[in-house]
């Protein structure tokens, strides 16, 4: 094989060789792993910080090692219904997704029991193509029972934990 290799080689014939070396690599780039749902990928749910990279690249420091699909198909749901109002397809931006707990403490107003600690919770922020008040509307619909639901001024922060609300809308400014 190497034999046969070389003479390839010196001969100047150029051959891709990555599907010997990295046969399983290869075969796993055609399914795409990297997708939590159709809209979700694992490296908009890892970690912001730097300090906990690991070696799936999740960043999940070894505390966690998937994420909820539980909150990935609300997400699907809210993204959809966002993208019907808006009448094109609309991307929303993960602000935050999984954070390790040295991140966690050092997040402004973050609960020291945050579900962003888990692996079950997004914050969402609001496209440019929608008003605050239908972004919310729709986050309030698809959350409904579904998990915790928290409204800001930059978007919604949605969990699959025990359904609540907070920042409820006579708390909101108009
Ligand atoms: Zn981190
Ligand atoms: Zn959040």
Redesign the pocket.
Known sequence: MIKLLRYLIGGGITIDLSWILNGRKRKDKMIDDSKITEHLSKSEVRCRCDRCKNVDGLGLGGELMSFSEKTAELFEKIRGMVSLFADCDTPITI??AFRCREHNAETPD?SPN???MKGI???LKLPDNISIGDFHWIAEKIMSGNGGL?FYPWGV?I?SGTPRVWNTKAERKA
């Open positions: 602000n935050s973050a945050s579900n962003h919770a997004l914050d928290g922060h969990d």
